[in-house]
Antibody
Framework: QVKLQESGPGLVKPSVTLSLTCTVS?????????WGWIRQPPEKGLEWIAN???????YYSSSLQSRVTMSVDTSKNQFSLKLKYVTAADTAVYYC??????????????WGQGTLVTVSS | DIQMTQSPSSVSASVGDRVTITCRAS??????LAWYQQKPGKAPQVLIY???SSQSGVPSRFSTGGSETDFTLTISSLQPEDFGTYYC???????????FGGGTKVEIK
């Protein structure tokens, strides 16, 4: 069973860069699939942030693309998210995910447990 | 960007009731729609992908309908364990841009 685990600071100050890492177990991220980040502000809905293909191509939400960067570390079987210039509006549970895309569909088949990031001074 | 609109935003129903959730897309999706169930404090779990394919283990009381811009998720006989929030999600397979509906909270009376 594929397992994903987010890690990173739970509290960050406004205007800094938020960095999160997702460690994947029981599957090599270089084999196939897209790998992504999705967030959920407290008591609100889900917002897709970005995907990265196992070949390294990245795709970003149009509303966040000016502040977001995804990358992979194949030696550690990890992928990461950086979000610049954070504000209180970026407070959310951040999920890392495996995204299964084929000719007829594209959906999240495995999720991490999520990590709460609070932006506050 | 494709916008996804879910309705209702919440529903309270009794065990055994039929519950239908609607998801409307701002442009045609063909079959690129998925449905998720989220329990409080947990990550969402996929129920349906490709508009009508059930994930392994999903009870048969969950069914889907629709195509292009209008989709439904129906729980034919609501069970106590079906409480939670349901989300629809669309995606272009290339580029893999995803977006979610606003969610429908299902409560048991």
């Amino acid at each position: 069973q594929v397992k994903l685990q987010e890690s990173g600071p739970g509290l960050v100050k406004p205007s800094v860069t938020l960095s999160l890492t997702c460690t994947v177990s029981n599957y090599s991220i270089t084999t196939a699939y897209y790998w992504g980040w999705i967030r959920q502000p407290p008591e609100k809905g889900l917002e897709w942030i970005a995907n990265i293909h196992h070949t390294g191509n990245t795709y970003y939400s149009s509303s966040l693309q000016s502040r977001v960067t995804m990358s992979v570390d194949t030696s550690k079987n990890q992928f990461s998210l950086k979000l610049k210039y954070v504000t209180a509006a970026d407070t959310a549970v951040y999920y890392c995910a495996r995204v299964d895309c084929s000719d007829t569909t594209c959906y999240v088949d495995f999720w991490g447990q999520g990590t709460l990031v609070t932006v506050s001074s | 960007d494709i916008q996804m609109t879910q309705s209702p935003s919440s529903v309270s129903a009794s065990v055994g009731d039929r519950v239908t959730i609607t998801c409307r897309a701002s442009q045609g999706l063909r079959s690129w729609l998925a449905w998720y169930q989220q329990k409080p404090g947990k990550a969402p779990q996929v129920l349906i992908y490709s508009a009508s394919s059930s994930q392994s283990g999903v009870p048969s009381r969950f069914s889907t309908g629709g195509s292009e811009t209008d989709f439904t998720l129906t729980i034919s006989s609501l069970q106590p364990e079906d409480f939670g929030t349901y989300y629809c999600q669309q995606a272009n397979t290339f580029p893999p841009i995803l977006s979610f509906g606003g969610g429908t909270k299902v409560e048991i009376k």
